[in-house]
């Protein structure tokens, strides 16, 4: 093409424009499809919505989905402080959609950010398009491994966003620390600061969850040993001082000021912290990875397909990151701690899973273009073959809006709806006693569709109804046993834990629709229903 320079920051910003309305298109579709199939469940998404209103209402890390204890510290549970990034959008956006609202939003952020920074570097390489940005470009909007955090309606995605932004800021520290910038344009000054933002965005990436910090050991192994060797290959060591000579290294430096601070954390987390709060193990991670699962649960049961997953991620970042040698060592590093796992969804990389790999596979991927590395043009279409071949392959990607498969009987699921719309409108109304706060204990697909006006537990914490329910509080019980997975929860496990408490002398049914009824758990004077 002929004036590349002018045409190319267009298309730049139109596809990166197409891409924010076709997913923000998609998230809504999805996300309706979920609730409406009642799909949301109440261990991750209802429980991480949850956490995040508890922080915008300034209570902490709260948590009772995640705690076997009345109000424990989803904490214990993942230490991932970070996700307090997603509490605006859980507080402010109403009928409990802040959660998949902030999750599409930094998934979209995170794709838009990685494309400009990819087209700065081929700016600054290549005024004209190269392959390699080309390969980046429609891997970003097209990576199945980064779509499957993005419509987990995990926190996960906040990995990946921080950790480009990590990434970003450690090319921009490498550039200084090398002297690729003229020493004339960069103060002290300047130098100071850029060490400080690493600093803070090194302990952003490393809050968003508890392993982080391991996989990014692991990536930076490679990198690290490579520059001990280099550097002992090139100095002539006589004695054991000459090795103080390599400690001055600039990349050498940085690196051990990155590893430094990440095994200090680490520290932190899997020792200082759970010792300090009475935690069972304080191994936790290591712990899960071994943990045991029914074999029902298993999918991956050879090397043959372990291997095959691997080539299919290594695919999804393009074939031209091969040629970063260190990096893919980096990232074939991580995916053995996959290999050795016993957790199912670990082991296959599935839904959130994958924020262990992506944030390196895609960084990779900007490494390959900014190292002026090209390849012919028969190999970009290899390469882009691949890419699509393998996402062809994936019947969850995208995810269904709608589907012919029925989860729940028809009749009863829209019994349900018809009912908890009667249920939620009693709830809004004004209370004659304004004061009281209303908890619902409810089961585990129903809990998305109650009224955000309402704090949720579930069920499993009736036996602690008596400890909620004290002082200024309505307590009701809102159950639908006929609409339940038999397998995940029986209708007989429902109606135990209504049992339970339906037996005590204060607890009388005030309402039963079709499908749905409600009791009152803590038998105030006053009664909406």
């Known amino acids: 093409m002929d004036h590349q320079t002018k045409v190319l920051p267009r298309l730049v910003f139109v596809s990166a424009l197409l891409f924010i309305v076709s997913s923000s298109y998609h998230a ?130 906040l990995v990946v966003m921080f950790g480009s932004i990590f ?33 803070i965005c090194l302990f952003l990436f490393l809050i968003q969850k508890e392993d982080i ?16 060797y280099k550097q002992v290959s090139e100095h002539k060591l006589s004695s054991w ?27 932190y987390v899997f020792i200082i912290y759970p010792y300090f709060h009475d935690m069972n193990s304080y191994l936790t991670w ?16 050879s090397v043959t397909k372990s291997f095959q997953i691997y080539l299919e991620i290594v695919v999804s970042g393009g074939l031209g990151i091969f040629q970063m040698v260190l990096e893919i060592l980096g990232v074939s590093l991580i995916y053995l701690t996959h290999f050795f796992s016993s957790r199912p969804w670990h082991h296959e990389v599935y839904s959130y899973y994958s924020y262990s790999l992506v944030p390196y596979l895609l960084y990779t991927g900007i490494v390959w273009a900014k190292s002026k590395r090209q390849v012919s043009l028969p190999f970009l279409y290899f390469i882009l073959a691949c890419v699509f071949w393998r996402n062809s392959l994936d019947q969850n990607f995208p995810l269904a809006t709608e589907s012919k498969e029925q989860w729940y009987d028809p009749k009863v699921q829209s019994e349900v709806v018809h009912d908890l719309h009667f249920v939620n409108e009693e709830m809004k109304q004004n209370p004659i006693q304004p004061s009281k706060e209303i908890i619902v204990f409810s089961q585990y ?25 004290k002082g200024e509080r309505i307590c009701y019980l809102v159950v639908a046993p006929n609409l339940t997975n038999q397998t995940l929860w029986p209708t007989k496990r429902i109606l135990n834990h209504r049992d339970e408490v339906t037996s005590l002398p204060k607890t009388k049914l005030v309402w039963q629709g079709k499908q749905v009824e409600v009791w009152n758990l803590s038998n105030p004077k006053e009664d909406r229903f």
């Open 213 to 228: 910090g391991m996989y990014l050991i692991l990536f930076l192994l490679p990198r690290f040993l490579f520059q001990i």
């Open 445 to 469: 697909n129903v809990s998305f569709l109650i009224t955000e006006k309402a704090k949720v537990y579930p069920l499993t914490h009736l036996s602690n109804q008596s400890q909620i329910c």
């Open 28 to 157: 809504y579709e999805l996300t309706n499809f979920f609730v409406n199939s009642f799909l949301f469940h109440d261990a991750d998404y209802i429980g991480i919505s949850d956490v995040l209103l508890s922080l915008w209402e300034g209570k902490g890390y709260e948590s009772h989905y995640y705690s076997e204890s009345v109000n424990g510290s989803y904490l214990e549970h993942h230490f991932a402080p970070g996700m307090v990034f997603l509490s605006p959008f859980v507080g402010l956006v109403p009928d409990r959609f802040g959660l998949a609202l902030g999750v599409f939003f930094f998934y979209q952020l995170t794709v838009v950010f990685l494309i400009l920074w990819s087209y700065q570097i081929i700016q600054k390489n290549n005024p004209e398009i190269s392959i390699p940005f080309l390969v980046i470009w429609v891997i970003l909007t097209n990576q199945m491994y980064l779509y499957r955090i993005g419509s987990s309606f995990h926190f996960e995605i």
């Open 167 to 199: 990434f970003y800021v450690w090319e921009k520290t490498k550039r200084i620390t090398s002297k690729e910038i003229d020493s004339k344009f960069v103060s002290p000054l300047t130098a100071l600061f850029t060490f400080f933002c690493l600093g």
């Open 241 to 267: 001082r000459d090795l103080f000579s390599i400690q001055k290294h600039p990349s050498f430096v940085l690196l051990t000021f990155i590893l430094g601070i990440t095994i200090v954390y680490l520290c």
């Open 286 to 301: 290591s712990r899960i990875l071994r943990q045991d699962y029914h074999s029902s649960f298993k999918q991956v049961t």
